[in-house]
Structure formats: C-alpha cells, structure tokens
C-alpha cells in the first residue's frame, strides 16, 4: 500500500475511534469496546474499498454493507460522519431521545445506513439477502458485513453461511471480529465459537486470516477476495478496545461508558497518535 494513504487511513481511524468515545461519553451508554476494534477495517472499506457516494446515500450501485454486530454502532456512525453523510457533531447526540443516532443502526433515520441491526446473529442473513439480490437481477454491487466473535455463537449465522455458500454469494465478503471477548467473558469461557477459520471452511466459504489493524493485510484480504467465486470470510484478529490503554482486552468495556475523567485520558491518548502520525 502507498505510504501516503496509509497514513491518511491511520489518521483516519484514530478520529473514528475518537468519535466512539466522544458519542459513548456523552450518551453515557454505548459498546465502545467492540466499536474500536472494528476502526481499521470501517475505515478501508468506507475510505477505499466502497462504491458509496455521501451526497447521494441511495444510489443503486453502490456497495452495501450491513453491521451485524449492531451494538457497535458508535464506530459506523463514526465513520459515516468522517466520510461525510453527516456532521460529526451528530455524535455528541449519540442516544439521545429524539435524535438521529441512536443504540443501534437505522436505516430509515441514519444516512449512509443500509440495514437495520441490533438483534445479533441477523445481520448476516440481511447481507446475503442484499447478495443474492445482485446475482438475481445482474447488479454489480458487492456486500460487506462485520459479525462479532460472540454473535456467531448463534445458530442462523451458520443457517447464512450455509446458504450463502449453496447460493454461490461470491460478492458476499464477511469479516469476523475476532477480539476474543463478548458481554460476559471471553469467548471461549462463554460458548466457544473456534476455530472461526475452519468452521466456515466447513461451510465451503473462502477464508482468509489477517490482523484487523493491519491496512496492508485488510487490503490484501479484499483484493484476495475479488478472485474466488465463493462467500469469503475474513478473520481478523482485533484487540477490544483498541487505541485506548485501559480498554484494551478488558471485558468490562464492552458494554460500559467512559466517565468524564476517563473519557479525557482516552481521547489525550488518541489525540497523542494522531499528533505522531
């Protein structure tokens, strides 16, 4: 990857995760824990990979995608405000009654928003729908979905692979956000789901393995993706919490809001990276 986009894609998904923590800071609510560790592969996707248009969030050919994991909602709607659907300043309002951005992804409400998300383990099938859509009427546009680690722990993620796999969906692309936590513990202590890769290459999916903060390894995974004629599943492995030192890998912050002092200490560090970038 060129070392100057590299950068500009570093900056930018240190403003969304600083987005994250602004929104969930002042809704005194959120998931900030899985919305960092998805920043990287939001930004490739919405800054590079996407055929998307903010002034025209409808466009038929655009690209889709669909946030399964819904509750990590903070880093869409960050992204989306960076890209330019909307202003940043709507993330100050992040849950708040009346108001755009709320718990879980909108599409009806939120610009930029292709599926309505929140009830785990649906998202996937709502991404092959949009999939199997394309092949049916000859679209060209492609569809991209984030599963967490602990959302495909149910049972009709993998009633969606299968079918995504007999229906042929090559223009499905799934990452699965493999931080190794979920609400209650780790994965493994809670119903463990590995090994990711080889579950789905039971399920006749292409899959590729990768660091989830890694551009050069996300961009390589997508252009990988672009030469096989199956679903493709790429497993990234993130760090919950990413970019901030006391929410890294710490199961806590899955589902809690940082606190005034808190929120000051995460956003001095990612002010600090941003500064050094």
């Known amino acids: 990857m060129d070392s100057k986009l590299k950068l500009e894609l570093q900056k930018t998904a240190t403003k969304v995760r ?164 979920q609400i209650d513990g780790t994965i493994e202590q809670v119903n463990s789901p590995l090994p990711v890769d080889k579950k789905f290459e039971a399920f006749n999916w292409h899959v590729i393995t990768i660091d989830g903060h890694d551009f050069d390894q996300i961009e390589a995974a997508l252009y990988e993706a672009e030469k096989t004629d199956k679903p493709v599943a790429i497993i990234a492995n993130t760090v919950k919490g990413k970019g901030v030192s006391y929410m890294e890998n710490q199961v806590g912050w899955h589902g809690s809001a940082p606190n005034d002092e808190q929120c000051e200490i995460a956003l001095k560090e990612l002010n600090e990276k941003l500064a050094s970038l």
């Open 18 to 181: 600083m987005g994250a923590i602004v929104g969930t800071h002042a809704a005194k609510s959120g998931h900030p824990g899985g919305s960092l560790s998805i920043a990287e592969i939001l930004t490739y996707l919405y800054f590079v990979k996407m055929k998307i248009d903010p002034e025209n969030p409808k466009m038929e050919e655009r690209d889709r995608f669909v946030l399964s994991k819904g509750h990590a909602a903070p880093a869409l709607y960050s992204v989306l405000a960076e890209r330019g659907f909307f202003s940043t300043e709507e993330i100050k309002k992040l849950r708040k009654p009346g108001e755009m951005l709320q718990g879980h992804p909108d599409l009806k409400k939120v610009p930029g928003v292709d599926m309505s998300t929140g009830s785990l383990g649906q998202g996937i099938s709502a991404a092959c729908g949009m999939a199997l859509s394309a092949k049916h009427f000859g679209d060209k546009y492609k569809v991209y979905c984030i599963c967490g680690d602990g959302e495909i722990e149910e049972g009709q993620v993998w009633e969606a692979a299968m079918f995504a796999a007999s229906k042929n969906l090559s223009n499905l692309t799934v990452f699965v956000d493999l931080n190794m936590l």
